[in-house]
């Protein structure tokens, strides 16, 4: 029985640490992503790059 509880402790915990670094590297990508698309409207003085930045990601 106690193979059983420290096997679904691990699967948990596993799952948790998962979770949370895809999230960190969604984050981070999405991020730059958006921060490159923001620099390029403010040189064009433009909102289409941002436009098209939306439109790629949906």
């Known amino acids: 029985m ?4 420290v096997g679904l402790v691990a699967v948990i915990l596993y799952f948790v ?8 590297i969604m984050s981070v990508y999405f991020n730059r992503r958006f921060f490159r698309a923001a620099e390029r409207c403010q040189e064009e003085n433009s909102f289409e790059p941002l436009v098209d930045e939306m439109r790629e990601v949906s």
């Open 2 to 5: 106690n193979d059983v509880i």
């Open 17 to 24: 640490i998962g979770f949370i670094a895809g999230y960190y």
